[in-house]
């Protein structure tokens, strides 16, 4: 057996047809606490809007009442967006968390897209599959979105033309505003209070060998790399990472790798909890946002094709779904090929005790052991 790294969740509070956003946010609640139990290192939300079945709009409100229910899996965002908020709220509401939950806050820093009203969604076009020692890179092309929904969403959140390009100073902001070190241009003393001086580790999520790896390995911030969501360009992003890294808040490259999973006790019976994913990820693809995750008979009884099944091609190849010994080998084949520190796992069914199921298997295969310490952290390099 391969040295097993580290297991964390990432989680989108989905919920399914005939549930509601309450359910989703309390199935939430009650994932967290099981992970907790089964050994897994964190539990991370994501942020996401106007999406029908998605209940995950705020996650610095959610992970209030998951740090709450738990008592050391350590909580956070992948990603906070920037751009939707400025660096002082962002850096407040991870404080406010972290001064009543001391020494358990990871604070996802991601890089906001264009406002523009009309654009292309979507990453590089790549026309051919790559395998590069067992792990599928597959093929992508861009697909439409829906322009009028985009630019409805910035104006709700107040976006402003050209703020992605800010990124960079939204991050160092955010970092010295943690540190007390904020020198505003106004010459007046600024304190975020309750973030500054707080142990809050920051992490940039990026999908590309773009401007987000760079900028964490300039900064020596640990990396969450996305292999779920942007598989054809993961092992770029990380490369890209690991070059242009220099020390800073860390001494070391770190790196956490995403991978969306499904496990059940047969790898038939997983493909069929998962059948509602090609359904859930074209909704998004074609611009109407998350759909309540669908019943698999119903998924089952209207499966997608031709065109639509090919907007979706790329997801559905690299979903590790099965057995746990199936998927365990799975992720070992992306940890080995990315090298990452750590796997970051996303598991959406329709039921949730499926879901719950789905990373109890998991964790017994893998060998996570709640009584075990969490790995230390490497040691910061500090000005």
């Given at each position: 057996?391969?040295?097993?790294?580290?297991?964390?969740?990432?989680?989108?509070?989905?919920?399914?047809?005939?549930?509601?956003?309450?359910?989703?946010?309390?199935?939430?609640?009650?994932?967290?606490?099981?992970?907790?139990?089964?050994?897994?290192?964190?539990?991370?939300?994501?942020?996401?809007?106007?999406?029908?079945?998605?209940?995950?709009?705020?996650?610095?409100?959610?992970?209030?009442?998951?740090?709450?229910?738990?008592?050391?899996?350590?909580?956070?965002?992948?990603?906070?967006?920037?751009?939707?908020?400025?660096?002082?709220?962002?850096?407040?509401?991870?404080?406010?968390?972290?001064?009543?939950?001391?020494?358990?806050?990871?604070?996802?820093?991601?890089?906001?897209?264009?406002?523009?009203?009309?654009?292309?969604?979507?990453?590089?076009?790549?026309?051919?599959?790559?395998?590069?020692?067992?792990?599928?890179?597959?093929?992508?092309?861009?697909?439409?979105?829906?322009?009028?929904?985009?630019?409805?969403?910035?104006?709700?959140?107040?976006?402003?033309?050209?703020?992605?390009?800010?990124?960079?100073?939204?991050?160092?902001?955010?970092?010295?505003?943690?540190?007390?070190?904020?020198?505003?241009?106004?010459?007046?003393?600024?304190?975020?209070?309750?973030?500054?001086?707080?142990?809050?580790?920051?992490?940039?999520?990026?999908?590309?060998?773009?401007?987000?790896?760079?900028?964490?390995?300039?900064?020596?911030?640990?990396?969450?790399?996305?292999?779920?969501?942007?598989?054809?360009?993961?092992?770029?992003?990380?490369?890209?990472?690991?070059?242009?890294?220099?020390?800073?808040?860390r001494s070391e490259p770190y790196v956490i790798v995403s991978a969306d999973v499904v496990v059940a006790d047969t790898d038939a019976h997983a493909?069929?909890?998962?059948?509602?994913?090609?359904?859930?990820?074209?909704?998004?693809?074609?611009?109407?946002?998350?759909?309540?995750?669908?019943?698999?008979?119903?998924?089952?009884?209207?499966?997608?094709?031709?065109?639509?099944?090919?907007?979706?091609?790329?997801?559905?190849?690299?979903?590790?779904?099965?057995?746990?010994?199936?998927?365990?080998?799975?992720?070992?084949?992306?940890?080995?090929?990315?090298?990452?520190?750590?796997?970051?796992?996303?598991?959406?069914?329709?039921?949730?005790?499926?879901?719950?199921?789905?990373y109890e298997l998991l964790a017994q295969v893998w060998g996570l052991d709640a009584n075990t310490p969490l790995p230390a952290a490497r040691e910061?390099?500090?000005?």
């Amino acid at each position: 057996m391969t040295d097993r790294v580290p297991l964390s969740v990432l989680d989108l509070s989905p919920f399914g047809a005939g549930q509601t956003p309450a359910d989703g946010l309390r199935a939430s609640i009650a994932l967290a606490r099981r992970a907790e139990q089964l050994g897994y290192v964190r539990y991370w939300l994501a942020e996401h809007h106007l999406n029908p079945g998605i209940a995950g709009a705020a996650p610095h409100v959610l992970l209030a009442s998951i740090a709450d229910a738990t008592d050391h899996i350590r909580v956070g965002t992948a990603a906070t967006i920037i751009g939707n908020s400025s660096a002082l709220q962002v850096v407040e509401a991870a404080g406010v968390i972290s001064a009543l939950h001391p020494r358990r806050f990871d604070l996802g820093i991601g890089r906001s897209g264009s406002t523009g009203s009309a654009r292309k969604h979507g990453f590089p076009a790549r026309h051919t599959d790559k395998i590069v020692d067992g792990l599928l890179l597959p093929t992508t092309r861009p697909f439409a979105f829906d322009s009028d929904r985009f630019t409805a969403q910035s104006r709700l959140l107040r976006r402003t033309a050209g703020d992605a390009d800010r990124f960079e100073d939204d991050v160092t902001d955010i970092l010295d505003l943690i540190a007390g070190t904020y020198a505003a241009p106004e010459r007046v003393p600024i304190h975020a209070t309750p973030a500054e001086g707080q142990d809050i580790e920051v992490w940039i999520h990026g999908s590309t060998a773009g401007p987000s790896a760079e900028l964490a390995g300039r900064h020596g911030l640990p990396f969450g790399a996305n292999y779920h969501v942007a598989s054809a360009f993961v092992v770029d992003a990380v490369d890209a990472y690991r070059r242009a890294f220099r020390p800073g808040i860390r001494s070391e490259p770190y790196v956490i790798v995403s991978a969306d999973v499904v496990v059940a006790d047969t790898d038939a019976h997983a493909r069929r909890l998962a059948a509602g994913y090609a359904h859930w990820v074209h909704s998004i693809r074609a611009g109407d946002g998350a759909i309540p995750f669908p019943r698999p008979e119903e998924a089952l009884a209207r499966p997608l094709s031709g065109d639509a099944l090919e907007v979706v091609a790329d997801r559905l190849a690299t979903r590790f779904v099965g057995s746990a010994d199936t998927v365990a080998e799975q992720l070992d084949t992306l940890r080995r090929v990315t090298g990452a520190d750590e796997l970051l796992i996303t598991t959406i069914t329709h039921d949730p005790a499926d879901r719950e199921r789905s990373y109890e298997l998991l964790a017994q295969v893998w060998g996570l052991d709640a009584n075990t310490p969490l790995p230390a952290a490497r040691e910061a390099v500090r000005a």
